[in-house]
């Protein structure tokens, strides 16, 4: 059996080469390490080119929401003209997005769906905790923003919600 000092110097010499799979088995016990790769994109960079603005005074109203309450956002909806306001379901967590309680079921909620404050819209899961997330709000889910096992972060928008 290998020792951790022992599996810490393989584990070191895998890092430093271009092996992403290793195997080794010895006496019946066995050691498998797999390298995750991460792509690295490059975006370059464009000019600004300045345009002359005009400013022209506002009168803006500000609306208080507590804390809890879902964020309001503005969004132009296909076949609209005008913006109107929806409330967003934002993630609570890191983790993985599921629309589904398995893969063989339907989706919670689609676009067009009825949902009340505790309607279940979908799950996140992390670390191998899966958590339903409730919509909070009541109204018609008018956007699903993500999709189903992407990778979702902490406060991220998962819906766009037409309150009642």
């Given amino acids: 059996m290998l020792k951790i000092q022992e599996i810490r110097e393989i584990i070191k010499l895998i890092d ?5 799979e290793f ?3 010895h006496e019946g016990s066995k050691i498998e390490l797999k390298k995750r790769t991460a792509t690295i994109a490059v975006a370059q960079q464009q000019p600004v080119v300045q345009q002359p603005v005009v400013v022209q005074p506002q009168v803006q109203t500000a609306v208080e929401t507590p804390v809890s309450a879902p964020e309001k956002v503005e969004a132009k909806i296909e076949g609209t003209t005008n913006k109107e306001n929806y409330l967003q379901v934002v993630s609570p967590m890191v983790g993985t997005f599921y629309q589904s309680p398995s893969p063989d079921n339907p989706a919670y909620v689609q676009t067009g769906s009825q949902v009340s404050a505790d309607t279940v819209v979908c799950i996140v899961e992390a670390m191998k905790l899966f958590n339903e997330i409730e919509a909070e ?3 018609e889910i008018v956007e699903v923003l993500v999709k189903d096992g992407e990778l979702v972060e902490y406060g991220q928008p998962l819906f766009l919600v037409k309150p009642r």
């Fill in 16 to 20: 430093q080469s271009d092996i992403e």
């Fill in 23 to 25: 195997s080794y088995e």
């Fill in 137 to 139: 709000v009541d109204g």
